[in-house]
C-alpha cells in the first residue's frame, strides 16, 4: 500500500504495522461521556465530518468517540467502513491533535472522502475548535 494524497497534493505515509492500536484510554466509550459532550461542547463542521468537542478528563491524551447512525447509511458496512476510517485518521494524528474529548459526526454520504481527507478535515477541526475554547476561557 503506498501513500495516499490528499486534496492539496500533499502525501501521507501508508499505515503501517501490528502494535499501533488505539489504545483504550483513547476511546470514548461511555453514555454518560457522549452525553457530556454534546451538552456542553463546541461544534465545527467541515465537508466530510462534524466534531463535536469538550474538555477532556484526562488532560494527557485526546479521545475520540464515534457517532454514525442510520441516516448516515443503512448499510451497516458502510457505517463500520466510516468507523474504521475515523478511527484510523484519529490513531494517525493523534499525536497532533488537541487534548480533548472529540465525538466524529458524518455529514457527507458514504463514499465521499479518502482517509486522507479525513486526517486532515480532523485535526484541522478539532485545533479550530481548541482555539474557540482558548478564546471563550479568555487565552
Known sequence: ?????????????????????????????????????????????????????????????????????????????????FRRQCREAFRLERRHLPHLDLVVIPVARPGQHSLAHLRDELVTLARRIQRKLGDACGH
Open 1 to 81: 500500500m503506498g501513500p495516499e494524497a490528499d486534496a492539496d497534493g500533499r502525501t501521507w505515509p501508508a499505515p503501517s504495522g501490528a502494535g499501533l492500536r488505539l489504545p483504550r484510554e483513547a476511546r470514548l466509550r461511555s453514555r454518560k461521556d457522549f452525553a457530556r459532550i454534546h451538552a456542553g461542547g463546541l461544534r465545527a463542521r467541515g465537508r466530510c465530518i462534524l466534531v463535536v468537542a469538550a474538555p477532556g478528563l484526562n488532560p494527557a491524551t485526546p479521545r475520540l468517540g464515534l457517532s454514525v447512525g442510520l441516516r448516515y447509511s443503512k448499510s451497516a458496512v458502510a457505517r463500520n467502513r
